[in-house]
């Protein structure tokens, strides 16, 4: 698995910020996750994981997702798309 490049992200970036919000929400180290990353390719990722994503960047970010939004909230492209158009990232 290629890991993302979180050279250009400081700490608190938000980029990294999201990378740390999935590997605590699946419960894995962070290096195993990257931009391809997704519910299909990760195991931890599961129905329940899955709503603890939700939620945690709901938190974290100070958003609320609509329910078309999060039913798009199934990888790690999907969510950086989905934040970057609320405005957060």
């Known amino acids: ?7 250009g992200y400081k700490k608190g970036d938000k980029m990294s910020e999201v990378i740390e919000i999935l590997s605590k929400a699946l419960e894995i180290n962070s290096s195993s996750l990257d931009e ?10 599961d129905s329940l ?3 603890r994503v939700v939620s945690a960047l709901e938190e974290k970010f100070n958003v609320e997702f609509d329910e078309d ?8 492209k999907e ?11």
Not at 1 to 7: F, R, S
Not at 69 to 76: D, H, I, R
Request: charged share 20%.
């Open 49 to 51: 994981a899955y709503f």
């Open 79 to 89: 969510i950086t798309e989905v934040l970057k158009s609320k405005g957060v990232l």
């Open 36 to 45: 391809n990353s997704n519910m299909e390719n990760v195991e931890q990722w």
């Open 69 to 76: 939004e999060v039913m798009k909230l199934t990888g790690v």
């Open 1 to 7: 698995m290629v890991n993302l490049n979180l050279e």
